[in-house]
């Protein structure tokens, strides 16, 4: 019978119960013309199978022209398929060497086959410099370049630095979701080009080659103060939520809006700030009229100015009321998000949970009060910003209210902060109540 094409190998081992195959992985083919499919090494025992890429990516008239290959006639032979072929045969090789080491040891498994390949140390990989530069970031961008590192090695594999070339990392972004993440996999690669560890003629981006998309400047990302009025609204009228939801998830739904709320009227503060914010010194001493805080963001560097005072306008002391915390000296304002948490990678993580939950409710929240924007918590620094300009706010205060630097500026060091009833009546506008300065 003939053999069907692009299902051959190019080269198999057995030992026992254990079979090697050295083919392409034909798993999540969907027929494409001209689809790039990974060549693979298969490992089978016992009717289980454990894929080990080989970080090569071919068609299936491209594998067939390997497997055919003979080196005849060939004068480049390193950059034909008959020195591909020669490369995928070494790669098979040291794996199978592998698996015969561990079965004459008597403890051969497919999962610690996969653990010692992946984890191999006889030669460096890209994805083992990416972790290592992930781990001089701050915790919430090394979170970010892990997460594009999981998405390249699902989708591409652990590959050795002569593997990442502009092909692969086009096949890659063809699969994946987030331009974001070929940012982050730019950076690894001009940190393995100062390494020598790829030629710098390879290099794959700019003019011509792979272009990364700007990010957006997210100029409509933000609610004007009429749908913030009607979320307000809404969550003071808790009108009649729908039956299906439960009484905790109505809850959840209602401590979303607030805290949305919250972050819009506290001088549009992320979530990572509105959840450590705290019932303080400063707090009291104002009657409890004002909040102030160092920004999460900023305030481990020297040159930015991380202070941030917030006004608490009527509407803001409501939610404050009805939502935040017993008032404690000392704890949090919306204990509710991170509760007793004091860890700091935990509370990291639970805010970026936290993110992604007021993302969900908001949008039904949304479709209930039939608005079709479909906001995040990043909106409402935006929208503080927005709203407050279009008032006609002085963008002295808009800034300085945001915690932006002022280093730039020398004068702006000898300008005191806004007067406070200025900073009420500012803030008052974010949801079209005038009050008189």
């Given at each position: 019978m003939k053999e069907e094409k692009g299902l051959g190998r190019l080269k198999q081992e057995r030992l026992l119960n254990i079979v090697a195959t050295l083919t392409i992985d034909t798993r999540k083919k969907?027929?494409?013309?001209?689809?790039?499919?990974?060549?693979?090494?298969?490992?089978?025992?016992?009717?289980?199978?454990?894929?080990?890429?080989?970080?090569?990516?071919v068609t299936v008239d491209e594998w067939d022209e390997l497997r055919h290959a003979t080196g005849r006639g060939v004068i480049d032979k390193e950059?034909?398929?008959?020195?591909?072929?020669?490369?995928?045969?070494?790669?098979?090789?040291?794996?199978?060497?592998?698996?015969?080491?561990?079965?004459?040891?008597?403890?051969?498994?497919?999962?610690?086959?996969?653990?010692?390949?992946?984890?191999?140390?006889?030669?460096?990989?890209?994805?083992?410099?990416w972790e290592s530069v992930a781990s001089t970031k701050k915790l919430g961008t090394a979170e970010n370049y892990r997460i594009a590192a999981k998405c390249f090695e699902k989708l591409v594999g652990d590959i050795?630095?002569?593997?990442?070339?502009?092909?692969?990392?086009?096949?890659?972004?063809?699969?994946?979701?987030?331009?974001?993440?070929?940012?982050?996999?730019?950076?690894?690669?001009?940190?393995?080009?100062?390494?020598?560890?790829?030629?710098?003629r390879r290099y794959p981006f700019g003019k011509g080659?792979?272009?990364?998309?700007?990010?957006?400047?997210?100029?409509?990302?933000?609610l004007p103060v009429s749908d913030m009025k009607r979320l307000y609204d809404f969550l003071l009228s808790e009108q009649e939520l729908p039956k299906s939801?439960?009484?905790?998830y109505k809850l959840a739904v209602l401590r979303s809006v607030a805290t949305f709320l919250a972050a819009y009227l506290g001088n549009g503060m992320n979530l990572a700030d509105l959840a450590r914010l705290e019932y303080n010194d400063?707090?009291?001493?104002?009657?409890?009229?004002?909040?102030?805080?160092?920004?999460?963001?900023?305030?481990?560097?020297?040159?930015?100015?991380?202070?941030?005072?917030?006004?608490?306008?009527?509407?803001?002391?409501?939610?404050?009321d009805k939502y935040g915390s017993e008032e404690k000296h000392g704890s949090r304002v919306f204990g509710y998000i991170l509760e007793d948490i004091t860890e700091e990678m935990q509370i990291r993580k639970l805010i970026a949970q936290e993110n992604s939950n007021i993302k969900d409710r908001l949008e039904k929240v949304c479709e209930l009060l039939g608005m079709p924007q479909r906001p995040t918590m990043t909106w409402t620094r935006h929208s503080f910003a927005s709203n407050l300009t279009h008032a006609g706010v002085p963008e002295r205060y808009i800034s300085q209210a945001m915690g932006h630097s002022t280093s730039g500026s020398v004068t702006a060091n000898y300008i005191s902060e806004f007067p406070?009833?200025?900073?009420?009546?500012?803030?008052?506008?974010?949801?079209?109540?005038?009050?008189?300065?």
């Open positions: 969907t027929n494409k013309a001209g689809e790039k499919l990974p060549v693979c090494v298969r490992i089978s025992q016992n009717r289980s199978n454990a894929y080990l890429r080989t970080g090569l990516f950059g034909s398929a008959w020195g591909k072929k020669q490369q995928q045969i070494k790669l098979f090789d040291n794996i199978w060497q592998k698996v015969v080491e561990l079965s004459n040891d008597g403890c051969f498994s497919l999962d610690t086959l996969k653990k010692i390949v992946k984890n191999k140390q006889d030669d460096e990989t890209f994805l083992k410099l050795g630095f002569e593997d990442v070339t502009e092909e692969t990392l086009e096949r890659w972004r063809s699969a994946m979701l987030n331009e974001s993440y070929m940012r982050a996999c730019r950076v690894v690669i001009n940190v393995a080009i100062d390494n020598r560890l790829i030629d710098s080659k792979i272009e990364i998309k700007k990010g957006s400047t997210r100029k409509q990302e933000y939801w439960t009484k905790g400063y707090y009291f001493s104002t009657s409890k009229s004002f909040f102030r805080f160092l920004r999460t963001k900023t305030k481990d560097k020297a040159d930015n100015q991380s202070e941030v005072i917030v006004p608490i306008v009527p509407e803001l002391r409501t939610i404050i406070r009833d200025k900073m009420m009546h500012y803030n008052s506008l974010l949801l079209g109540v005038e009050n008189p300065v």
